[in-house]
């Protein structure tokens, strides 16, 4: 399996971008997918996950209302869209496949991830 993300950058607070990650897998209509982010010197904080269909989906509170998650099953593709980012927002983002079984409550477990893609926010 290979996840591979792209549109990480530079950018100043207030901006927009939209983060995407196209998967290997051929089966990656059946995945629950989705982004966790990396601060160096802090802890890996789960973003959102979306459901195999596209239907479902969860965010942590830290981004609710800026980000937003969705799915091309055809393009076996992720994107991650981010608004009003802000310098705390700064970290490497990474795609991750969570296995088969959605949870209404939780992401679960990230059981593969990509390399990741870095964003930084200026002030």
């Known amino acids: 399996l290979q996840l591979v993300e792209s549109g990480g950058g530079l950018v100043q607070a207030g901006s927009s971008m939209r983060l995407a990650c196209t998967s290997s897998?051929?089966?990656?209509?059946?995945?629950?997918i989705g982004w966790f982010r990396q601060a160096p010197g802090r802890e890996r904080e789960g973003i959102s996950c979306?459901?195999?269909?596209?239907?479902?989906?969860i965010y942590a509170d830290s981004v609710k209302g800026r980000f937003t998650i969705s799915r091309d099953n055809d393009r076996r593709t992720v994107y991650l869209q981010i608004n009003s980012l802000q310098p705390e927002d700064t970290a490497t983002y990474y795609c991750?496949?969570?296995?088969?079984?959605?949870?209404?409550?939780?992401?679960?477990?990230?059981?593969?991830w990509g390399q990741g893609t870095q964003v930084t926010v200026s002030s």
């Open positions: 991750a496949e969570y296995g088969t079984i959605w949870d209404d409550n939780r992401c679960d477990t990230a059981r593969s």
């Open positions: 897998r051929s089966t990656f209509f059946y995945y629950v």
């Open positions: 979306v459901s195999p269909s596209g239907r479902y989906t």
